[in-house]
């Protein structure tokens, strides 16, 4: 497990802190042999949050954008045990909004948590922007980032 200062993530959020939330379910097949969500399971709970946030709100396709957001670093703190059957919130935010890159701020909670709950587990996600041929980085385009500025908190 990576350490906080690692990844410069902590507890200290509550549910009331992540105005961009996304929906999503367990499956049977996302708990481990202890009856809990396997830690590689946040990470695509990250990752399908942090899609499905920047195509609903955009006209963006991944498979044909000229520029890709690829991820150079990742990182979740674990807090409070969730499972299968159980409906979640993943809640996203930028901590940090760069030239190419973006910082997402991630937690994950359940679903009729109160604002002023504390969150179940909490990520790190960086994303730098590419070109799709070179593979070199771009300046993020400036419909994502006005999308990113609207859940900023720097």
């Known amino acids: 497990m990576v350490s906080t200062a690692s990844v410069g993530i902590a507890r200290g959020a509550t549910v009331g802190d992540f105005v961009a939330r996304r929906p999503t379910t ?6 481990d042999m202890y009856g809990h969500l396997n830690n590689a ?10 899609n499905g946030w ?4 955009t006209s963006i396709d991944p498979l ?11 990182g979740c703190q674990y807090f409070s045990q969730l499972s299968f059957p159980q409906t979640l919130l993943v809640g ?3 901590s940090k909004l760069g030239r190419s890159s973006v910082t ?3 937690a994950i909670f359940p679903e009729k948590a109160a604002d002023t709950d504390p969150i179940a587990a909490r990520g790190r996600w960086v994303h730098v922007y590419v070109d ?3 593979r070199r980085p771009v300046p993020i385009p400036a419909h994502l980032r006005q999308l990113f500025e609207t859940v900023t908190t720097d």
Do not use: C, H, K, P
Request: hydrophobic share 45%.
């Open 26 to 31: 367990t499956r049977w097949s996302d708990n």
């Open 41 to 50: 399971v946040y990470y695509q709970l990250f990752d399908a949050a942090i």
């Open 54 to 57: 920047i195509m609903n709100e």
């Open 64 to 74: 044909t954008a000229e520029a890709l957001g690829v991820v150079v670093e990742s």
């Open 92 to 94: 996203l935010r930028i």
């Open 104 to 106: 997402y701020d991630l």
């Open 132 to 134: 799709r041929s070179s």
